[in-house]
């Protein structure tokens, strides 16, 4: 299989805090305050919506610039929740400066259902786990 993307995570000896790497990229990760962490850096699940919000709208500006739309500047804002089962939901409002019509709207709320992150999260993916050295999965 094609290796999509890649990241590696070091913890470090302030408790939840730990440094990504991401590509050439470097970033941490700690937890919020009331989950025991110092609140340095984003969660994981800030990510998980970053991740979104970043196919959000770099496919929507693919999208508006093949087809020769203005967007002007282009904002969305997500928000996750859990409901009563468990079962996390994400809301999407999508803001565009640009002169858009009703019908562009809609067919960029079509194309927004379907980015390469929005089905991945939609439909999941299979994730396996081994030990550094171990064939097994688990």
């Known amino acids: ?15 939840y805090l730990h440094h990504i790497h991401a590509g050439h990229y470097a970033m941490d990760t700690d937890e919020p305050l009331k989950l025991g962490g110092q609140g340095a850096a984003p969660a994981p ?5 970053a991740s979104l919000a970043a196919c959000t709208a770099i496919t929507l500006r693919m999208y508006a610039q093949r087809k020769g739309w203005d967007l ?3 904002r969305a804002e997500l928000e996750m929740q859990r409901d009563d089962d468990g079962k996390l939901h994400v809301h999407r409002t999508l803001h565009a400066t640009g002169p858009l019509t ?3 709207w809609q067919r ?13 999260m939609r439909e999941g993916v299979d994730i396996t786990s081994a030990r550094a050295g171990a064939d097994a999965t688990n």
Do not use: H, W
């Open 72 to 74: 002007g500047e282009f």
């Open 108 to 120: 960029l709320l079509e194309i927004v259902a379907n980015t390469p992150v929005t089905k991945a």
């Open 45 to 49: 699940f800030d990510y998980y919506l």
């Open 1 to 15: 299989m094609p290796r999509v993307s890649s990241a590696t995570i070091v913890s470090t000896d302030s408790n």
């Open 102 to 104: 009703d019908e562009q």
